[in-house]
C-alpha cells in the first residue's frame, strides 16, 4: 500500500514562505507524475501544481509565479516552495499522483498551512 506522508507546513505571516515536502513510498517513484493538491475549509480539494518524470511543471492560476514545485527521485520526495504567500493560500496540502479527475493512491493526512498576521 502507497503511503503518503507530508510535512512542512505552519503559520506563516502573508508575504512570507513555506516549503512543503512529500515522502512517497512509491514503486518506479522517477516514472510517475506527481501532483500537490490544497483543501480550505468548506472547498473542495483542488489541484495545485504537478510535476511529470520529466520535470514538466504545471500550476494552478492562483499560484502561479509564486510556488514551485520539484522532485528528487533519489529520495522518492516531491517539494512544493511557496514564496508571497497570501491568506487565501491557507489550506490542508497534500500530494498524490494524479489520475484523470481523481487520484492513485489514498490520502495522506496533509500538512497545514495557515497565513495569517
Known amino acids: 500500500q502507497v503511503q503518503l506522508v507530508e510535512s512542512g507546513g505552519g503559520l506563516v505571516q502573508p508575504g512570507g514562505s513555506l516549503r512543503l515536502s512529500c515522502a512517497a513510498a512509491v514503486s518506479n517513484f522517477q516514472f510517475v507524475t506527481m501532483a500537490w493538491y490544497r483543501q480550505a475549509p468548506g472547498n473542495e480539494r483542488e489541484l495545485v501544481a504537478q510535476?511529470?518524470?520529466?520535470?514538466?511543471?504545471n500550476y494552478a492560476d492562483s499560484v502561479k509565479g509564486r510556488f514551485t514545485i520539484s522532485r528528487d527521485n533519489t529520495k522518492a520526495t516531491v517539494s512544493l516552495q511557496m514564496n508571497s504567500l497570501r491568506p487565501e493560500d491557507t489550506a490542508v496540502y497534500y500530494c498524490?499522483?494524479?489520475?484523470?479527475?481523481?487520484?492513485?493512491?489514498?490520502w495522506g493526512q496533509g500538512t497545514q498551512v495557515t497565513v495569517s498576521s
Open positions: 498524490n499522483r494524479p489520475n484523470g479527475r481523481g487520484v492513485f493512491y489514498s
Open positions: 510535476i511529470t518524470r520529466g520535470s514538466s511543471t
